[in-house]
């Protein structure tokens, strides 16, 4: 597709439940990125791949949160035993490629998933 | 740990009139600056993309300026329009191994007719 795709747009759960949100990146971007932004306030990191390489966790809050991006294109970012404070809007964001030219290349970002745990 | 900051946090103007959204970060030490702008229940879409060689950079109505050593930015806006009724988002990027990027909680801009 031209652009980044999320799926679901939205997500209700009950707390306790395990999710699952998919990213599919712009074709042929190298690296893609999870970013959790919570209402009115700015995203914040989650996770890192370059390819299928998960190269940074750090943003990651709890063990509950697992991100995988097998054959380095689609990416699953899975919340086990959701809880309240995770509800909140899930973006995805792709570039080109890490270094070189592709160092100040602008990520681009897919419209989210707006997971809400009741 | 670099720190984003926004101010205004809501901006209203009337329309036609040449605004100024801040930005400042504490860590200057970043390889570049984005602003980007998002609409309600949709994604980021990039703006601007400042390299940390540059002061400044240039699209349309839009104009945003770096200072590192201050640590600041900024995001000119010509002649608003209402389309321009936006959120409006910095993000610093740490350097050329940091990939992520840190935001700014942004500025929510209202343009009236």
């Known amino acids: 597709g031209a652009g980044v795709s999320q799926s679901p747009r939205y997500k209700v759960a009950k707390r306790g439940q395990d999710v699952a949100l998919r990213c599919d990146p712009i074709?042929?971007?190298?690296?893609l990125f999870w970013y959790q932004q919570a209402l009115g306030q700015g995203p914040e990191f989650l996770t890192y791949?370059?390819?299928?390489?998960?190269?940074?966790k750090s943003g990651l809050p709890s063990d509950r949160f697992f991100a995988e991006r097998p054959e380095g294109s689609v990416s699953t970012l899975k919340i086990q035993r959701t809880q309240q404070e995770d509800s909140a809007v899930y973006l995805c964001?792709?570039?080109?490629?890490?270094?070189?030219?592709?160092?100040?290349?602008?990520?681009?970002f897919g419209d989210g998933t707006r997971l809400s745990i009741l | 740990k670099q720190e984003v900051t926004q101010i205004p946090a809501a901006l209203s103007v009337p329309e036609g009139e040449n605004l100024v959204l801040n930005c400042s970060f504490t860590?200057?030490?970043?390889?570049?600056l984005q602003w980007f702008r998002q609409d309600p229940g949709k994604g980021l879409t990039s703006l601007l993309l400042?390299?940390?060689?540059?002061r400044e950079q240039t699209s349309g109505r839009l104009n945003a300026s770096l200072d590192k050593s201050s640590g600041r930015s900024t995001l000119y806006i010509a002649a608003s329009q209402p389309g321009d009724s936006a959120t409006y988002l910095c993000?610093?990027?740490?350097?050329?191994?940091?990939?992520?990027?840190?935001f700014g909680g942004g500025t929510r801009l209202m343009v009236k007719p």
């Open positions: 993000a610093c990027r740490r350097d050329n191994a940091g990939n992520m990027l840190t």
């Open positions: 964001a792709s570039t080109v490629g890490m270094g070189g030219i592709n160092s100040n290349q602008p990520q681009h």
């Open positions: 400042i390299q940390s060689s540059q």
């Open positions: 074709s042929g971007h190298v690296s």
């Open positions: 791949f370059q390819n299928e390489a998960q190269l940074d």
């Open positions: 860590d200057s030490a970043i390889y570049n």
